[in-house]
């Protein structure tokens, strides 16, 4: 079945950049999704990419996806501790209903 | 406007007994998705509703589980003979549908159960 994995926790410096990795096996997934989950609340949409895009930028965010490798990546310029939260990669293909989520990763902002 | 919001945020139950999970969708929302995620884990599917359309319960782990959609608004997860590895954050979302192709989901804040 479908599967997506990302490394669980990730920890940077204040001013830094974060890079969130995610890795998916569905080759027909076309649209591939960040979302961010702050203690205690629900998942925010962060922002999305269509496979047929290599790159995406959005402020701070930046969105990367090498279809090939079937590989996506989330970078986060000059992190903050508001920064600080659980990213969850996921992947929808044009076909099916669900979503598939990864793991996450767990964002740690050192002062 | 108002977002998707769950109740209760928490629940403490003991084994064996049945719980409610609500899930109040954003008004005009169709599509509504309940999903469990356990600790250090990443979030599970569970049931899928789409407007008047049979719901896809493929993700439902036992038949303790079901959960009906009322009026194609509110939605009610139920947990019959509750049992200690139930204990997780049950998260609700909802979409508007509009764009298959672009479904965003609405995330709630999740209902947080624990099982003694």
């Known amino acids: 079945g479908e599967d997506v994995e990302q490394s669980l926790f990730l920890s940077v410096r204040e001013g830094d950049s974060s890079v969130i990795n995610c890795t998916y096996t569905?080759?027909?997934?076309?649209?591939l999704y960040w979302y961010k989950q702050e203690p205690g609340a629900g998942l925010q949409l962060l922002t999305y990419i269509f496979s047929n895009m290599d790159m995406k930028q959005d402020q701070r965010l930046t969105v990367l996806l090498n279809k090939k490798d079937k590989h996506l990546s989330l970078r986060i310029a000059d992190t903050q501790t508001g920064d600080s939260a659980i990213y969850f990669c996921?992947?929808?293909?044009?076909?099916?209903?669900?979503?598939?989520f990864g793991p996450g990763t767990r964002l740690s902002v050192l002062p | 406007g108002a977002g998707v919001s769950q109740s209760p945020s928490n629940k403490v139950t003991e084994k064996g007994k049945d719980v409610e999970l609500r899930c109040d969708p954003i008004?005009?929302?169709?599509?509504l998705y309940w999903y469990r995620q356990s600790l250090g884990q990443g979030l599970e599917f569970l049931i899928y509703f789409q407007g008047n359309s049979a719901p896809d319960k493929s993700g439902l782990p036992s038949d303790r589980f079901s959960a009906e959609r009322t009026g194609g608004s509110v939605s009610t997860l139920t947990i019959q003979r509750t049992q200690q590895e139930d204990s997780a954050v049950y998260l609700c979302?909802?979409?508007?549908?509009?764009?298959?192709?672009?479904?965003?989901?609405?995330f709630g804040p999740g209902t947080r159960l624990l099982v003694l």
């Open positions: 569905d080759s027909s997934s076309t649209y």
């Open positions: 979302a909802s979409s508007p549908a509009l764009d298959r192709a672009l479904e965003t989901q609405y």
């Open positions: 008004s005009g929302h169709t599509a």
């Open positions: 996921a992947e929808k293909d044009n076909y099916g209903q669900n979503f598939v």
